[in-house]
């Protein structure tokens, strides 16, 4: 008894033939797109560009600040750009432990960065005379509300519970690392002075309050990825 007819066999070499082939087509379309890929990847001095594309996305740098009217530690990443990359934005998620309260909190806040000028301090070293900025701070919380409750008497509380602004001006300190060697291109060390709406309101309004009452210090470090 024969287990396949020749129709059959035609029938399977043909189907097997169809099949080489598809896979071989497959396997061009895949080497072609990754050479495009890799391509479109390398820059005009043969660096790799790991930004190309949606790359464009990833954060260029990241971020730790400790104070700052933000929360007790903030983490986040951002974005430098512009002439000689003079802005920054950056994103950060704090951590605010519970202190009158019962539990802690998280904060969300944006921040634009503006730095005027640099000044090369040897090889390795830049300093970075004067930053500058504004940031949006947001609790995360249902005892926090941006427009005001209806429990409250009509116009009780002036400004939201939930949203800060603040201005700030600092000044920063850059290390350059070996590029060929380290995973970060640079680490910048940090602080700012800052205060927010509500602060800058009371100060004016209370001429008795001493600088400490309504201005911030923080610290920070930014590594420079890309």
Same mark, same amino acid.
């Given at each position: 008894m024969k287990l396949f007819t020749t129709n059959t066999k035609i029938i399977l070499f043909a189907f097997f033939v169809l099949l080489v082939g598809t896979a071989k087509v497959s396997a061009q379309r895949v080497i072609r797109d990754t050479v495009l890929i890799i391509t479109d990847s390398i820059k005009p001095n043969g660096e790799k560009n790991y930004r190309a *594309?949606? *790359?464009? #996305?990833?954060?260029?740098y990241a971020k730790i600040q400790y104070a700052g009217s933000m929360a007790l530690i903030s983490v986040g990443g951002g974005w430098d750009y512009g002439k000689n990359k003079h802005w920054e934005t950056d994103v950060f998620i704090g951590f605010l432990p519970h202190y009158s309260t019962s539990k802690n909190k998280i904060t969300f806040t944006v921040k634009q960065n503006y730095i005027p000028w640099r000044i090369n301090a040897g090889p390795r070293f830049t300093i970075e005379p004067l930053t500058t900025g504004l940031y949006l701070n947001s609790i995360w919380g249902r005892d926090f509300w941006v427009a005001e409750p209806e429990k409250y008497p009509n116009s009780y509380y002036a400004f939201s519970s939930k949203i800060r602004i603040n201005i700030f001006a600092g000044q920063r300190v850059t290390y350059n690392f070996e590029k060929q060697r380290d995973f970060f291109r640079s680490a910048s060390f940090f602080y700012e002075v800052s205060t927010n709406d509500l602060y800058l309101l009371s100060a004016v309004k209370n001429s008795y309050l001493k600088p400490?009452?309504? #201005?911030? #210090?923080? #610290? *920070?470090?930014k590594l420079q990825m890309f």
């Open positions: *594309g949606w *790359g464009v #996305l990833i954060p260029e400490k009452d309504y #201005l911030v #210090l923080s #610290l *920070g470090v």
